[in-house]
Structure formats: C-alpha cells, structure tokens
C-alpha cells in the first residue's frame, strides 16, 4: 500500500493537505495482467520502449485511479468504488498527483513499486528482472 500527502488548493480557495491510498491486490493484478492480450506488464514494456505516449497517459491514468480507495476504519478492508474514484478524480489533488508521476520517472517508479504487494513484486524482480529494471 502507498500513501501519498498531497498539499492543494480546493475550488473554495482553501489549503489542505490530505492523505491518499493506493493499493493492488495480487487478485487485481492478475485479472490486469490477463485482461490485456500479451498480458499487461508486457503492453507496458512495449508501449514504453516505443514511447507510445497517449497509451503511457491512459496505462498510468487507470493505474492511479484504478490503485485508489480508502481503508476502513478497522483496518479489515480497502474500499475502492466507482463514487470513490470519481471523489479522487475531481479533487485537485488527482492533478498534481497525476502531473508528479508524469513528469518524474523516480517517482513514477516508486509509486509503482509501492501499489504493488511486496511479494508479488519480489517475485517480478526475480523473474522479469528486465521488468523491473526497466521500470526503475
């Protein structure tokens, strides 16, 4: 799970700062992974090795939306839904987010690494080892 505090302006004029969640189930990751024909780590390695750019924007749109919800205050689950996302999406928050992984390939990186399982990601550094270099 990643934590992202992110400082913005809302439409009111006011200064906040607020804390965000990311998180991919190992679940989720598969249907992603199956759901794309090559698989999607794959479709990432291609269109980045092509710099396929409005396929970059999309890929990473869906990752950061896709990755958002909010934990339960007993901790037992992370709710992600469409009234969630579309909160997300409409808060200024999603802008200077979005812009940050967009133009900082570090951090792009470690916002990856850090909405995947810990597991699931030791297992791609083991075996994709390209993957995950390319990626950082």
């Known amino acids: 799970m990643r934590k992202e505090t992110i400082k913005y302006t ?3 004029g006011v200064e ?3 804390d965000f969640y990311f998180n991919f189930t190992e679940a989720e990751l598969l249907e992603m992974e199956m759901g794309v024909t090559g698989g999607l780590a794959e479709q990432i390695k291609r269109v980045t090795q092509t710099q396929d750019a409005p396929t970059i924007i999309k890929i990473f749109k869906d990752l950061v939306l896709n990755s958002h919800g909010m ?11 469409d009234e ?8 200024p928050a999603y802008s200077i987010l979005f ?4 133009t900082d390939a570090d ?12 597991d699931v990601s ?3 550094a083991k075996t994709h080892p390209a993957l995950t270099s390319a990626a950082n």
């Open 99 to 102: 812009m940050k992984l967009a």
């Open 71 to 81: 934990k339960s205050p007993d901790g037992k689950r992370f709710i992600k839904n």
């Open 122 to 124: 030791e297992k791609a």
């Open 84 to 91: 969630i996302r579309d909160a997300f999406a409409q808060n």
């Open 107 to 118: 951090a792009a990186s470690k916002f990856v690494n850090g909405i995947i399982p810990q």
């Open 16 to 18: 906040r700062e607020e």
């Open 10 to 12: 809302d439409f009111n």
